[in-house]
């Protein structure tokens, strides 16, 4: 079976301007692991979702004096270079990648306390019982809604400015 040739290229572990995990940090894998997550959710919305066959981007290692570090990489095929365009990579975090790196935070610290013992089930809001990552709207509020300050519509909305 005919497989196209893809191109691939590193993009980095988070934007360009953004601090990072850094390799030898005790918690460095599980640090690393979700800010490529969210990082690849951030490029998947500004290439506009593409077909993964097309241009997809994934979490990789490469080896390093103190282990193994962590990039996100683009895979592309020709028709996805022709999407991708790293001038346009975002070199910050949008507000919904924000919204999502400290969502996924508080969960990790109510799983650690729950493990723990230290609270109850009952005790965990339940925005953070869920296991995927809630759809944040790309707006300044959402990170209220990720630290469950404000409860996320469950329907439409209309927003007054």
Same mark, same amino acid.
């Given at each position: 079976? %005919?497989?196209?040739?893809?191109?691939?290229?590193?993009?980095?572990?988070?934007?360009? #301007? *953004?601090?990072?995990?850094?390799? !030898?940090?005790?918690?460095?894998?599980?640090? =690393?692991?979700? *800010?490529?997550?969210?990082?690849? +959710?951030?490029?998947? +919305?500004?290439?506009?979702?593409?077909?993964?066959?097309?241009?997809?981007? *994934? &979490?990789? !290692?490469?080896?390093? #004096?103190?282990? &193994?570090?962590? *990039?996100?990489?683009?895979?592309?095929?020709? @028709? !996805?270079?022709?999407?991708?365009? #790293? @001038?346009?990579?975002?070199?910050? $975090?949008?507000?919904?990648?924000?919204?999502?790196? /400290? $969502?996924? &935070?508080?969960?990790?610290? $109510? &799983?650690?306390?729950?493990?723990?013992?230290?609270?109850?089930?009952?005790?965990?809001?339940?925005?953070?019982? +869920?296991?995927?990552?809630?759809? %944040?709207?790309?707006h300044?509020? =959402?990170?209220w809604w990720?630290?469950?300050?404000?409860?996320?519509?469950?329907?439409?909305?209309? /927003?007054?400015?």
């Amino acid at each position: 079976m %005919f497989s196209p040739k893809t191109l691939t290229i590193e993009v980095g572990p988070v934007p360009a #301007e *953004e601090s990072c995990a850094q390799v !030898g940090q005790a918690d460095y894998e599980a640090q =690393s692991r979700l *800010e490529c997550a969210v990082f690849i +959710r951030q490029l998947q +919305r500004a290439f506009g979702n593409p077909d993964p066959v097309t241009l997809s981007f *994934e &979490r990789r !290692g490469f080896p390093h #004096e103190l282990g &193994r570090y962590h *990039e996100v990489v683009a895979i592309m095929t020709a @028709a !996805g270079a022709e999407i991708f365009d #790293e @001038a346009t990579v975002p070199t910050c $975090w949008d507000a919904i990648a924000r919204a999502e790196l /400290t $969502w996924l &935070r508080l969960q990790a610290q $109510w &799983r650690q306390q729950l493990l723990a013992g230290t609270v109850d089930l009952a005790d965990v809001p339940v925005a953070f019982c +869920r296991s995927s990552i809630p759809d %944040f709207p790309d707006h300044p509020v =959402s990170a209220w809604w990720a630290m469950g300050f404000s409860p996320l519509p469950a329907g439409p909305a209309l /927003t007054l400015h």
